[in-house]
């Protein structure tokens, strides 16, 4: 009984890291892909760098896009869109602030 009292912080700090850090991680992962899946021709994003453009292809074999942009057409990969700012830039005019 007394080794588990012994090792109750260190458990207790590995929950809370857990539940702080680590899940919280993987979830946003997991909707990170689901949104990088779930992009098609047409839709107007922005990658993590800072470059907007409009897909023009999707390419599944090696998880690749071409962006049209004012400098002309650029191929990204696209786990290099971003999800947050892609969300704000399509968002309806009474949602932005």
């Given at each position: 009984?007394?080794?588990?009292?012994?090792?109750?912080?260190?458990?207790?700090i590995f929950v809370?890291?857990?539940?702080?850090?680590?899940?919280?991680?993987?979830?946003?992962?997991?909707?990170?892909?689901?949104?990088?899946?779930?992009?098609?021709?047409?839709?107007?994003?922005?990658?993590?760098?800072?470059?907007?453009?409009?897909?023009?292809?999707?390419?599944?074999?090696?998880?690749?896009?071409v962006l049209e942009?004012?400098?002309?057409?650029?191929?990204?990969?696209?786990?290099?869109?971003?999800?947050?700012?892609?969300?704000?830039?399509?968002?309806?005019?009474?949602?932005?602030?």
């Amino acid at each position: 009984m007394e080794q588990i009292g012994q090792f109750a912080p260190m458990i207790l700090i590995f929950v809370v890291a857990y539940f702080f850090m680590i899940r919280p991680q993987m979830k946003r992962q997991k909707d990170e892909r689901k949104f990088a899946s779930a992009l098609k021709k047409g839709d107007r994003v922005i990658t993590k760098s800072g470059l907007h453009g409009k897909i023009m292809e999707l390419n599944d074999k090696d998880t690749s896009c071409v962006l049209e942009t004012m400098a002309g057409k650029l191929k990204f990969d696209r786990s290099a869109i971003s999800m947050e700012m892609s969300k704000k830039l399509n968002a309806p005019a009474s949602v932005k602030k």
